[in-house]
């Protein structure tokens, strides 16, 4: 590929993408953030003793007790909040106890403390309903209880950014139960939301967005075209540009999921996204270049255009390289060959039929 900047508006980097040591091709997302607990130091000792006490077995009736204190007619605040938070923290650690408090008919009156006023109370609630769905065994419960629209409300306007972070990922898990779990969450409207979270969050909110969308994108093929609407992939590029985000492999995962759609591989073109897939095609990890050619791949498949744009950008010589490295897979190296005759025929209807063969290979 040129080096000279001026034949092409690519911008240079000096430094190989990673958002890890791992350069495995393995997906590059681990589970959602759970629940990180901050205390004054006046109450920390207490917390401590808490925690411990939580972390082991609970009894049936110490649950019952608690989920009793949610249901309560006329609670104070106080109790609300010590039960909610006990629960919270019963969930935290202990599978065994997880399946206790959902068998104890907990789940309802967590949900019901996701509109309350208080903001301590709200982010319990969130949290012991993240907690509780780290249990597959639980995820249908909540979503039968109806929680789905009062986590997206939370991640738009809970007062606590703990609260709309784990809000986004108890969505997450959520959106893992089936199809029609992801397309509920996308329809209740929590896709804008999470691209917003995507833009402007802190370093964890970053990440736990973009997981929730690379969930939401490949469970549910109408929640592609709700991120595309949502203009998920102007962040997604800029974070793929920037190795500094620590979000390379992750954005490059989501904009992957995106542009299996005709909008999002419109929209990838349009927000200049050829030129960032190409030098990570160039400069990333084994992994990024991976999942640069296969996007690649999918903005090149029907579109003759987007052919001539991607060859003009450069692709040909480190797809070249790249398919006689030693070192790359098989079928990383299949992918590379394919994409580089694809674009050195550009107009050739003939080669739709084997792209097509190798984009689904996947």
């Known amino acids: 590929m040129e080096s000279d900047a001026s034949t092409s508006p690519r911008r240079r980097s000096t430094s190989c993408y990673s958002d890890s040591g791992d350069s495995s091709c393995s997906e590059p997302f681990s589970e959602c953030g759970s629940d990180d607990l901050s205390f004054t130091p006046a109450a920390a000792a207490g917390i401590h003793r808490l925690l411990l006490s939580c972390a082991a077995e609970a009894s049936e009736d110490a649950i019952s007790s608690l989920v009793a204190e949610l249901e309560?007619?006329?609670?104070?605040?106080?109790?609300?909040?010590?039960?909610?938070?006990?629960?919270?923290?019963?969930?935290?650690?202990?599978?065994?106890?997880?399946?206790?408090?959902?068998?104890?008919?907990?789940?309802?009156?967590?949900?019901?403390?996701l509109s309350h006023p208080d903001p301590l109370l709200q982010e319990h609630g969130v949290t012991a309903l993240l907690n509780l769905s780290l249990c597959d065994e639980n995820k249908a419960t909540i979503v039968e209880a109806g929680a789905i629209r009062p986590l997206v409300q939370a991640l738009k306007s809970a007062a606590s950014p703990a609260a709309?972070?784990?809000a986004a990922c108890a969505l997450l898990r959520l959106a893992q139960l089936d199809g029609s779990a992801a397309a509920a969450v996308g329809r209740a409207g929590a896709i804008p939301l999470l691209v917003s979270l995507l833009e402007t969050g802190g370093a964890r909110g970053k990440k736990d967005a973009a997981t929730a969308l690379y969930a939401l994108c490949s469970g549910a093929r109408e929640n592609r075209l709700r991120a595309v609407e949502a203009g998920a992939v102007r962040p997604l590029l800029d974070l793929m540009a920037d190795p500094e985000s620590g979000m390379v492999d992750k954005a490059a995962y989501v904009l992957h999921s995106l542009v299996g759609s005709s909008e999002g591989r419109a929209a990838a073109v349009e927000e200049g996204g050829i030129p960032v897939l190409v030098e990570m095609v160039e400069v990333g990890s084994s992994r990024q270049k991976e999942i640069a050619t296969l996007s690649l791949l999918q903005i090149c498949e029907d579109n003759a255009v987007y052919r001539t744009m991607v060859a003009r950008e450069g692709a040909i010589p480190p797809l070249v390289a790249l398919s006689q490295s030693s070192s790359a897979r098989p079928k990383l190296k299949t992918k590379a060959e394919a994409?580089?005759?694809?674009?050195?025929?550009?107009?050739?209807?003939?080669?739709r039929a084997r792209a097509a063969a190798v984009v689904g290979a996947e």
């Open 339 to 351: 994409l580089i005759e694809m674009l050195r025929q550009p107009r050739s209807p003939s080669l």
């Open 164 to 166: 709309r972070e784990n």
């Open 72 to 113: 309560s007619p006329s609670p104070s605040l106080d109790s609300l909040r010590r039960a909610a938070m006990e629960l919270r923290l019963l969930a935290k650690h202990n599978p065994d106890n997880r399946v206790r408090i959902a068998a104890a008919g907990a789940v309802r009156p967590l949900v019901a403390l």
